[in-house]
């Protein structure tokens, strides 16, 4: 974990310490050349997301922005122990997102144009991807002159470079990760057997000899003598009727 701290803090303070210096070289829309049109630093704020799309009412984004985050933040803490280059992946995530999470927490009191949660973003790094006509073939857009040219920051390359090291390394964590549960279930099942009792161990004590059984109380001997006596009396009866019976018989 310290390195996923380390990295999501070089990259917190670097994102920071560019936009500072924008903010304190540039004015709003000022475009510098840097190698020709293809890469300028041009001083834009974005309100929003990306493509300064917005949603809902102002602060909005900010809170989607924290919890997006926090879940990022809480699953690097559950995958903390797992493959390394993935997991140095997310802290680029992780530190893409805290760099511009402060922007639109903090600068528009800092700045003076609004209120906490409410500030813009600060880009500066822009670069030409494409610029032409779009084929007449494609529809809507067809025949139309079309520019690419993100204007984004550190933090946002931060986040991209996050995103494909997360693409090139998460097969390699799931495949290490599904080998180390399974080195885990494969330790645990023998000493389970070992400690398991064979059957025949259990069967074989109805064979042993337990001994003599205890006397029976005195109490119970006398009932159970109580009891006995009316049945032998009665069993005794037919054979007094046929001693009497064969006296006739002997005169």
């Known amino acids: 974990m310290s390195r996923v701290f380390l990295i999501s803090g070089i990259v917190v303070l670097l994102d920071q310490a560019t936009k500072a210096t924008v903010l304190e070289m540039m004015y709003r829309e000022q475009s510098i050349p840097i190698l020709g049109d293809w890469l300028r630093f041009t001083f834009t704020e974005n309100p929003g997301m990306a493509f300064g799309i917005t949603i809902g009412p102002p602060g909005t984004v900010t809170v989607l922005a924290l919890i997006a985050t926090g879940l990022v933040g809480a699953y690097i803490y559950q995958v903390r122990h797992d493959y390394a280059p993935y997991l140095w992946s997310l802290a680029f995530i992780l530190g893409g997102a805290l760099g511009n999470i402060i922007d639109r927490v903090f600068y528009g009191v800092l700045l003076d144009y609004g209120s906490l949660f409410t500030g813009r973003v600060v880009d500066f790094i822009h670069v030409s991807l494409w610029q032409g006509f779009i084929p007449r073939g494609i529809p809507f857009l067809g025949g139309s002159y079309l520019e690419l040219f993100p204007i984004w920051n550190v933090a946002d390359m931060s986040i991209v470079l996050g995103v494909v090291g997360v693409m090139l390394f998460h097969q390699t964590f799931h495949m290490r990760r599904y080998a180390r549960r399974v080195k885990q279930r494969a330790a645990v099942r023998p000493h389970a057997v070992q400690h398991r009792e064979a059957p025949g161990a259990v069967f074989s004590d109805l064979t042993q000899d337990l001994g003599t059984p205890p006397a029976m109380p005195p109490a119970l001997s006398s009932s159970n003598t ?17 001693a009497r019976s064969s006296a006739p018989e002997d005169g």
């Open 226 to 242: 109580l009891r006995r006596g009316p049945a032998r009396s009665a069993q005794s009866r037919p054979d007094t009727a046929a």
